[in-house]
C-alpha cells in the first residue's frame, strides 16, 4: 500500500491542544457519529495521544490458523517493529479482553521506533510495566494470558474495526481522558481549527455564567450574546 502522510508540525500541535469531546462535536455536525473507539481507557492518567493510524487486525483464535500464523515474526511482532514516528498502532481485537493484545517487550519496540501510541479495544498483559514503558496506550484492560488464549494475528495496514469504529491506515487518532476518537485524514485541519474555534467560544459562555449569567438566551447565544461575543473576540489578541 502507498506510504500514509506523516501529519504536519502544525496541524499535530493544534490537535495536541484540542479536546478529544470538541473533536466528537465537530465530527457529528459534519454527520460523522460513529468515529469513537469505544471500551477503552487509558493506562497512565495525564496524557494525550495524537499520531495517525497504523492497523493491525486480530482474528478469534483457531488453532490450525494459530499454529499457520501465530510464531516466528508473525503480525503482530511485524507490526510493532515496522511502525513509524509519529503512528499509534491501532489493534482490532473484537472487543475481547480475555486475552493480552501486546505487553511489556512489544510496548519498548514501539517507543524505540518512535511510535505515537497504541491503542487496543483488547487486553494488556504485563499492566504495570507497559505503564511504565513511556509510551501512551489506551486499552480495554488488564489480562495475564498471552495472545494466543483468544487471538490469531492475521494482518496489519489494513481497514479494520476497533472499538465500535472503522480505522484505516493513516486516519488520525486523538485521545485524552475523555477517549479515543478517529478523524478522516482528508477533513482533519477543517475539523480543528472548527473545534479550537468552538472552544473559544465555549471558554468565552463559561466565563459569563461564571459571573452569573442566567444560561437562557446565552447557551446557546441569542444574537444580542453573540454580538457582544464577536466584538469581544475581535478585540482579542490571537
Known amino acids: 500500500m502507498a506510504a500514509v502522510e506523516p501529519l504536519g ?37 495525564g496524557e494525550r495521544l495524537v499520531g495517525s493510524a497504523k492497523t493491525l487486525r486480530y482474528l ?11 510464531g516466528g ?13 509519529g503512528e499509534v498502532i491501532v489493534i482490532e481485537a473484537r472487543g475481547e479482553a480475555g486475552s493480552g493484545t501486546l505487553g511489556d517487550i512489544l510496548a519498548l519496540r514501539a517507543r524505540a521506533r518512535g511510535a505515537a501510541g497504541i491503542v487496543t479495544d483488547g487486553g494488556v498483559r504485563d499492566w504495570d510495566a507497559v505503564s511504565a514503558a513511556g509510551i501512551p496506550v489506551y486499552a ?48 482533519a485541519e477543517e475539523v480543528v481549527a472548527a473545534a479550537l474555534e468552538k472552544e473559544r467560544e465555549d471558554a468565552w459562555i463559561a466565563a459569563r455564567v461564571g459571573e452569573g449569567a442566567s444560561l437562557d438566551g446565552l447557551f446557546p447565544m ?5 454580538a457582544r461575543f464577536e466584538a469581544e473576540a475581535s478585540r482579542a489578541p490571537r
Open 9 to 45: 508540525p502544525e496541524l499535530r500541535a493544534a490537535l495536541e491542544q484540542t479536546p478529544v469531546a470538541a473533536l466528537s462535536g465537530q465530527l457529528r455536525a459534519r454527520g460523522l457519529h460513529h468515529m469513537t473507539i469505544d471500551g477503552v481507557r487509558r493506562l497512565r492518567p
Open 222 to 226: 441569542s444574537p444580542a450574546w453573540r
Open 60 to 70: 478469534p483464535l483457531r488453532e490450525d490458523l494459530f499454529d499457520a500464523h501465530g
Open 73 to 85: 515474526m508473525n503480525a503482530q511482532k511485524a507490526a510493532f517493529d515496522s511502525v513509524e514516528p
Open 140 to 187: 480495554a484492560g488488564p489480562h495475564p494470558a498471552v495472545l494466543g488464549r483468544k487471538h490469531v494475528p492475521w494482518e496489519a495496514d489494513v481497514t479494520i474495526g476497533c472499538g465500535g469504529t472503522a480505522v484505516q491506515p493513516g486516519d488520525v487518532i486523538v485521545g485524552d481522558a475523555d477517549g479515543v476518537i478517529v478523524l478522516p485524514r482528508g477533513i
